[in-house]
């Protein structure tokens, strides 16, 4: 193996373990949220606002993220924000209501905004195009990963220490995970050929009108809009739909969110497989659609299952092609931007994400207090996904100008 095979091996495995820290992070607040609810005394539809304040800073950030990455470089803005939102996560043990909880999950999310385009930037530096997806798949599996972990490993914490001290101990996790990150990971040169401009607020509204950003953008509010809903919902499903208990919802929830493991690793090997026989465009659109029309059907089979076993089965495949397209959505956007340009572009198309992962959990919260049951919640989603992956389909079809 040559060196540069070694350091780029070893730069994936440093996004991946720092991709579960965020997802596990992340998704703390679902697995806790029985015991958050019964001591900050929250309604459905304030367990819903809560879910969600994380996404909003996180979309509000990712442009001057993106720009943070294509300015700084990774390891500069990868470290920094890991050591922000791990000492935040570390802060929220202390929060004694709503208001407060909400204020520290905004802090998670401008905190965590430079992880995933840094993650794409890291990628699109270190892999060729034709070779690409499958990094950005292991990067994106750690999506699903940590939420899988995070039931198995928070369940008996919380269950021994509280959920306020399982908050500690995963920001301790992740100041160290920064550390390892600044000593180790060293930033690629740029080639020579790579513009030296930083995108600004003029630039950003220059790409923003181009068809081909809206549709990237579309593409990742379908994808996310799924795979947050049941990141943030799906214990709180399992429990009020089928009577689990706590733990064992969230023990549960960890399966669906193993397909979504596998099916972030497919995405990348069938993407870089298809660039072998189709443009390196169409090698990543196809799986994008495909997953996401999965990803709304098997959402609509979980709204009218009938016992447990079926709606886990069906969230699982959902959970599988929702990520699958969420891999081909990140190595689409890297395929059309122009190269100086990937951080910056990638963090447009997360906006998306964003917004569909800060409405999912809000939306979710509403109709299930208005109509006290999770199938209406359930086919909106399946809705949203089929709508997004038509409209990516119908305009993402050019690369992007850079002016």
């Given at each position: 193996?040559?060196?540069?095979?070694?350091?780029?091996?070893?730069?994936?495995?440093?996004?991946?373990?720092?991709?579960?820290?965020?997802?596990?992070?992340?998704?703390?607040?679902?697995?806790?949220?029985?015991?958050?609810?019964?001591?900050?005394?929250?309604?459905?539809?304030?367990?819903?606002?809560?879910?969600?304040?994380?996404?909003?800073?996180?979309?509000?950030?990712?442009?001057?993220?993106?720009?943070?990455?294509?300015?700084?470089?990774?390891?500069?803005?990868?470290?920094?924000?890991?050591?922000?939102?791990?000492?935040?996560?570390m802060a929220t043990s202390l929060v004694m209501g709503l208001r407060g909880f909400i204020v520290a999950r905004v802090a998670l999310g401008l905190g965590e905004s430079p992880m995933f385009v840094g993650g794409a930037r890291v990628c699109a530096d270190h892999f060729a195009p034709e070779e690409r997806a499958v990094p950005l798949g292991l990067l994106n599996a750690s999506a699903s990963l940590g939420p899988a972990i995070a039931p198995l490993v928070l369940t008996p914490l919380m269950l021994a220490l509280g959920w306020r001290a399982s908050f500690t101990v995963l920001g301790g996790a992740g100041v160290l995970v920064a550390v390892a990150w600044g000593l180790i990971y060293r930033d690629a040169a740029a080639p020579k050929n790579h513009a030296p401009s930083i995108a600004g607020p003029v630039q950003w509204l220059l790409l923003l009108r181009q068809r081909t950003v809206l549709g990237l953008l579309l593409g990742f509010a379908g994808t996310v809009y799924?795979?947050?809903?049941?990141?943030?919902?799906?214990?709180?499903?399992?429990?009020?739909?089928?009577?689990?208990?706590?733990?064992?919802?969230?023990?549960?929830?960890?399966?669906?969110?193993l397909f979504g493991f596998f099916g972030a690793i497919g995405g990348g090997w069938l993407s870089d497989r298809l660039t072998a026989i189709t443009s390196e465009r169409a090698a990543r659109q196809w799986p994008l659609a495909i997953g996401l029309y999965v990803a709304a059907g098997c959402s609509g089979l979980a709204a009218f299952s009938g016992s447990a076993a079926l709606a886990i089965a069906a969230v699982s495949a959902a959970l599988f092609g929702a990520n699958l397209a969420t891999t081909a959505g990140w190595a689409l956007a890297a395929c059309l931007a122009p190269p100086a340009l990937i951080a910056t572009v990638e963090a447009m198309a997360n906006i998306g994400g964003s917004i569909g992962g800060s409405l999912a959990p809000l939306v979710t919260g509403l109709l299930v207090q208005a109509t006290h049951s999770f199938q209406l919640a359930l086919l909106v989603a399946a809705a949203t996904a089929a709508t997004c992956a038509l409209a990516n389909q119908l305009l993402t079809r050019k690369a992007i100008k850079s002016e």
């Open positions: 193996m040559t060196r540069h095979h070694r350091v780029r091996g070893v730069a994936v495995a440093l996004l991946v373990l720092a991709g579960c820290i965020n997802f596990i992070d992340r998704s703390a607040v679902s697995i806790a949220l029985p015991s958050i609810q019964k001591d900050l005394h929250l309604s459905a539809a304030e367990a819903g606002l809560l879910l969600s304040a994380f996404a909003w800073s996180y979309a509000v950030a990712q442009l001057p993220a993106g720009s943070l990455v294509d300015r700084a470089g990774a390891r500069a803005a990868l470290a920094g924000g890991l050591a922000v939102w791990s000492m935040v996560q799924i795979t947050w809903l049941y990141v943030t919902w799906l214990p709180g499903y399992l429990h009020d739909r089928w009577g689990m208990s706590p733990t064992q919802a969230g023990l549960w929830s960890a399966v669906p969110q």
